[in-house]
Every structure is written in C-alpha cells, then in structure tokens.
C-alpha cells in the first residue's frame, strides 16, 4: 500500500508543499490565513447597527424600553395589602425610634453634664451682665461693659496677660520642638534629660511655688549665688521688680514643656522614614527635610500644643496667686487677678461683663487659630 501523499493531495487540504504538518512554519502560515481582516467602521454605520441590532430574548418588554407611568403595576387596594403597608411602617417607626433611643441614651448624659455646668451658667453670666446686681434685676444696658472696658485694672490685667500670652507660647511651642527634633535624633543621656523635663509634670503646683520662692525671693539661692560670683551687694527682689513676668515665664516653661516635648516625639516618630530617605537620596538636606516634609506632618501637632499652652498660659495666675497674692507687682496683675478681686468685693455685675469680654476675646483668638491652621492644611495639599 502506498502511503505517500501527491501534490494534488496537499494542495486540496491547502497545506505548503515539503512542510511537516504542526511545525513552526506551518503554524504561522495557518494563523496567518485565518487571521482576520480589520475593517473601520464610520460613525454613522456604528450608530445605525446599535440602532438596529437584535433585541435579547427571553426577557419581558419592559427591560427593552423606557418605563412610563402607565408601565408601573397598580395593586388591588385590599384589607389584606393595607395591613401589610401599616405593619412595615409600624415596624420601620419602631426601628427609628430604637435607634434614636440608644443615640440618645448615650449623649444625653454629656449633654445635661454641658448644660449644667457650661451652657447655663455662661447664660446667667450674660443675664447678669446687663444687671445692676444679682439681687437688683434693673437693666442697665451696656453701663457695666463700658465700667469694665474703662476700668484702668482691668485694661493693665489685659495687657499683661496678653504679653505674656504672646512671648510664653511660642517660646513654649518652638522650645519644645526643638527638643524634641534633638532627642529624637539620637542624644546621648536622652533619657535623664527626657526624665528631667517630664518631672513637672508630677510635681504639685504648691511644690512649685515653694521652689521658686526658694530660688527667686530676696535671700534666694539666685541672689546667693550672684552675690558670690559678682561681689555684689545689691540684692533683687525678682518678683517685685522688672524682672517679675520673667520670672514667671520660665515657670510656666519649665512647667509645660515636657508635656508638650512629648506630644512632639510621638509626632515626629509617625513621620514615614521611606519619604525622609527618598528626600535624603535626591539631595535634600536637614532643613529642606523639615520644611518640605516634617512641617506638614507636624502642622495638626503644632496647632495642638499652640492651644494648650494659650489655654495653659491663662491658667498662671494658681503660681502668680501663691508667689505674690492677691496685689502682685505690675506687670504680674493678670486678668484672673481682676476676677478674683471683683469677686471679692461682691461686685458681681462688673466681674460677669468682665469675663464675658474675655470669653469673646478667647473665641476670636482660638478662631483665628483654626481658621489659619485649615488655611495652611489647604495650601499645603494643593
């Protein structure tokens, strides 16, 4: 029997004459002419077959067309059906008001705890303010806020808070980034110096005081020492002289920065290191690292501590209070000072118009802060 194939043969199975069928020569010849011709189509053809192309089957008329009013179902108005709509309503009432009941459960005890010592007592301070008295109810218009805005007390108060507001809190915050940056950079003995720093924290106030009237009282142990190195006679009382808001401010420092040095660490050791290597790599050095890249990370952390510390530097009048009473020198006489005097002396009217117009100053203040912290935030994400 002959196996062997003629030419006609392989010209009928259209298969190249001397090729092995299923080798490489063959395959590309095959995929070659069976590869499909690519036509372009206008437009105007496109658009006429989506037009005209066959609609699917088995499906119901209303998936192939637009709905209508007319298309949605109308059902029978039963007794049966109307009981079914008052239950699902029934029941979605009922899941409202659950909800509503756990929501409220939860928030009214912060919300009476706010109202009954934030919300009504603020409202009685302003009540007040227009009064003669708390026992005289005679309105008197806006006679106690002109008292208070024309009382030279109350100007000085304001004036000497105000400074040492603006000179403690930076002081506070840059202070404490610094130290910061420098411990988290490695620092030999870091830990004795962080410890240092975080005792104050743990100290009482009443403590406190005692240690700076040992340090900063006539007979001190700074006038001591002076007083041995310069062979000076001349003491200085520090706290009622020039040098008394001084004083005061290395308090409030020594006092606040470990807790604000704190809050920096944690920021500073959340900053990814796989952008502070990428940014070291291209040639950016310490300080194009800090203002390009750890500023924007450390902006929330900053705005934070800026407000505790505001916060803080109008709570010093506890230290100023214990150092000097209730008449401190003049640049020491804070705003508390004018409260706890007004107090004193029963002039109630003129301490609630009094810290009414510190409470509004307080919210223009913190104000600002957020306004020009989201102004930074936005600037630095476009």
């Not at 062979?231 to 001084?246: G, R």
């Not at 920021?267 to 800090?290: C, Q, T, W, Y």
Request: glycine share 6%.
């Amino acid at each position: 029997m002959d196996n062997r194939i003629n030419e006609e043969q392989f010209s009928s199975k259209g298969e190249v004459t001397g090729v092995r069928p299923g080798s490489e020569v063959a395959g590309a010849s095959q995929n070659k002419a069976n590869k499909p011709v690519v036509r372009t189509v206008s437009k105007e053809e496109a658009d006429l077959k989506l037009i005209n192309r066959p609609k699917a089957k088995n499906v119901t008329p209303l998936a192939s067309q637009k709905l209508t009013p007319k298309d949605i179902p109308e059902f029978e108005d039963t007794p049966e059906r109307r009981e079914t709509l008052a239950l699902r309503k029934k029941r979605h009432l009922n899941r409202k008001l659950r909800e509503f009941g756990i929501f409220s459960g939860y928030l009214t005890p912060s919300f009476v705890g706010v109202a009954v010592f934030f919300i009504l007592p603020l409202g009685m301070l302003l009540f007040t303010s227009f009064q003669t008295s708390p026992t005289n109810h005679t309105f008197v218009g806006l006679r106690n806020y002109e008292r208070v805005l024309t009382n030279e007390a109350f100007l000085d108060a304001s004036w000497n808070t105000l400074t040492f507001a603006l000179i403690s809190v930076p002081l506070a915050v840059v202070l404490a980034l610094l130290i910061a940056m420098l411990l988290n950079s490695g620092l030999p003995g870091k830990s004795l110096f962080r410890s240092f720093l975080l005792n104050p924290m743990m100290v009482p106030v009443a403590s406190v005081v005692l240690i700076w009237q040992v340090f900063f009282s006539y007979n001190g142990v700074i006038n001591g020492i002076a007083e041995k190195i310069f062979d000076s006679p001349e003491k200085i009382d520090w706290l009622k002289s020039s040098y008394a808001q001084v004083v005061i401010m290395l308090l409030f420092l020594w006092k606040n920065l470990g807790y604000n040095m704190v809050l920096f660490l944690a920021a500073l050791n959340s900053i990814p290191h796989e952008i502070l290597e990428s940014a070291e790599m291209d040639g950016a050095g310490p300080v194009k690292r800090f203002f390009a890249i750890k500023l924007h990370y450390l902006s929330p952390t900053i705005f934070f501590v800026g407000i505790m510390s505001l916060i803080n530097s109008f709570k010093i009048f506890r230290e100023v209070y214990l150092l000097t009473g209730d008449y401190p020198f003049d640049n020491l006489y804070m705003l508390q000072h004018f409260m706890n005097n007004a107090f004193t002396h029963l002039d109630y009217s003129k301490l609630s118009a009094g810290a009414i117009v510190m409470c509004i100053v307080m919210v223009i203040i913190v104000g600002g802060l957020f306004f020009a912290e989201s102004k930074f935030d936005k600037d630095v994400e476009e």
